[in-house]
């Protein structure tokens, strides 16, 4: 049987998205490489002409872009004010006590950072560059332009710290406490004017 020419490209996605959806939700060590091809409805035997190894794969889930990333990518704004409205907008969903769970299944920065810091170095590197591109495009809607801009790289602590503290709490009022404070922090970080942090 002949296949398409994009047959590999298409079924290495199929692999990477139903990996995506089990690490969101079982963690790192709580999914097996038959789990994940199962879920993508291939064979076992398959997995290692697609992926060197799981830790591999896990690094194509982290570096694909979606949940707080693909949001603000998304910002239609062309003016520093719009792009930082949006901005806002999106912070303000984005730890709505409402979407807890659906931000637990569609970011991988609210649900995986824990089994990356224990996931090796090129799970690492692929966090890194995602934590870095996500401060870049939120630098777009500040007058300063540096891509790690601090106000930038507080929103991100403060959006994805928010939401992992959210999901791992059943208190609701505590939950709406802590909404609350983290949007109304990354307000002030991002309406603020640059301010000159000490070199590292």
């Given at each position: 049987m002949r296949y398409k020419s994009d047959h590999k490209a298409l079924t290495r996605d199929r692999v990477i998205k139903a990996a995506g959806g089990l690490f969101r939700r079982h963690g790192y060590d709580g999914v097996g490489i038959d789990q994940i091809m199962a879920?993508?409805?291939?064979?076992?035997?398959?997995?290692?002409?697609?992926?060197?190894?799981?830790?591999?794969?896990?690094?194509?889930?982290?570096?694909?872009?979606?949940?707080?990333?693909?949001?603000?990518?998304?910002?239609p704004g062309s003016s520093p004010q719009d792009l930082t409205d949006q901005?806002?907008?999106?912070?303000?969903?984005?730890?709505?006590?409402?979407?807890?769970?659906e931000i637990g299944q569609g970011c991988s920065m609210a649900s995986l950072s824990v089994d990356v810091a224990r996931a090796g170095e090129v799970a690492q590197?692929?966090?890194?560059?995602?934590?870095?591109?996500?401060?870049a495009e939120l630098a777009k809607g500040l007058e300063s332009g540096e891509r790690l801009d601090p106000r930038a790289l507080a929103t991100i602590a403060l959006s994805v710290g928010g939401a992992i503290l959210a999901r791992?709490?059943?208190?609701d009022e505590l939950v709406h406490r802590l909404s609350q404070a983290?949007?109304?922090a990354v307000a002030r970080e991002l309406r603020q004017h640059k301010i000159q942090m000490p070199e590292p």
């Open positions: 879920a993508a409805k291939l064979t076992r035997g398959g997995f290692y002409g697609y992926f060197a190894s799981k830790s591999a794969l896990f690094a194509q889930v982290i570096g694909t872009g979606h949940g707080l990333n693909a949001m603000m990518k998304r910002r901005a806002l907008d999106i912070v303000d969903r984005y730890l709505d006590p409402n979407n807890r769970d590197s692929a966090f890194s560059k995602k934590l870095s591109d996500l401060a791992a709490s059943n208190d983290c949007r109304a």
